[in-house]
């Protein structure tokens, strides 16, 4: 079923800020908060650097109304860097890898194009991109390629 939710980034801290998040909301984190270190080696990508491994990748709380908060650490190492403004994204779960494509180009049009839309090691079709006025945007799509 398509769902909306928010994907926070923070620099190194995600485990602290979700824990925090999960005393005041409740509830448990939806399954077991994936690791850098659970990157599989990928070729033509650089090994994980050790003080990396262990921060959070993805990590996901449902909040009020079942809203789905999601975050990750985004270390300098992998060529992030976290300021106020792009720090939030509106993560979008379309049913359909052609909406998932339909609504990735709309909102790309006129933007930037952050990771094209592809295949990814966790199963889903994922892209993401800042549209023109500025708004990030992630998609994931569950929808398998025939």
Known sequence: M???STYL?????TEEVFSFYKSIFGGEFFGKP????DIPPMEGM???AEEDKNL??????????????MGTDAPE???FHVNFGNNVHINLQPDT???????????????KVSMPLQDM?????????????????MFNCGEKNN
Do not use: Q
């Open 34 to 37: 994936m690791r850098f270190g």
């Open 46 to 48: 650089p090994p994980i």
């Open 77 to 79: 190492s992998f060529g």
């Open 121 to 137: 090691f966790w199963g889903d079709y994922y892209g993401s991109c800042t549209d023109k006025f500025g708004v990030n945007w």
């Open 56 to 69: 959070i990748m993805h990590i996901e709380l449902a909040i009020v109304g079942g809203h789905m908060l």
């Open 9 to 13: 980034n923070f620099p190194r801290n």
């Open 2 to 4: 398509a769902s909306t």
């Open 97 to 111: 890898r052609e909406e998932t494509k339909k609504l990735f180009d709309a909102l790309s049009d006129g933007g």
